[in-house]
């Protein structure tokens, strides 16, 4: 009877803690996604990138790696400052002609970045 009334507290606390990590996993998560909440993304003439984040906007570069299909887009970029930014685009979070007039620049200018365009004389 003892032996299992130890293993039933000892569930229970595995249940607690398991319980407490995730409320603490998700606070840091919805503490990121407030602090970096992307209002726009403009892709301009030049091939640069103009990302506004929380009411700044920073110039960035999009990186190789990125990934763009007819679902989504996977837009991996490095900001002025030197840090790293990941945009996901969904096709329904966008409109739709935005969204195939983005994938049609995309196939006709590829995912070059800033180097590989100036290389190419682009």
């Known amino acids: 009877m003892i032996s299992l009334l130890s293993v039933f507290l000892v569930s229970q606390n595995n249940i607690i803690l398991s319980v407490l990590l995730f409320v603490f996993l998700m606070f ?3 503490d990121s996604v407030k602090r970096n909440v992307m209002c726009e993304l403009q892709w301009q003439p030049d091939g640069d990138w103009l990302i506004r984040v929380n009411k700044e906007v920073a110039k ?3 990186q190789t790696g990125s990934v763009v299909t007819p679902v989504f887009s996977l837009l991996k970029f490095k900001l002025e400052n030197n840090k790293k930014f990941i945009v ?3 096709k329904d979070s966008v ?3 935005k969204f195939r007039q983005f994938r049609v620049r995309i196939k006709v200018e590829g995912l070059q970045t800033k ?3 100036d290389t190419l004389g682009g």
């Open 95 to 97: 409109d739709v002609e």
């Open 60 to 62: 960035a570069e999009l």
């Open 115 to 117: 180097k590989e365009r």
């Open 88 to 90: 996901i685009l969904f």
């Open 28 to 30: 840091l998560v919805v």
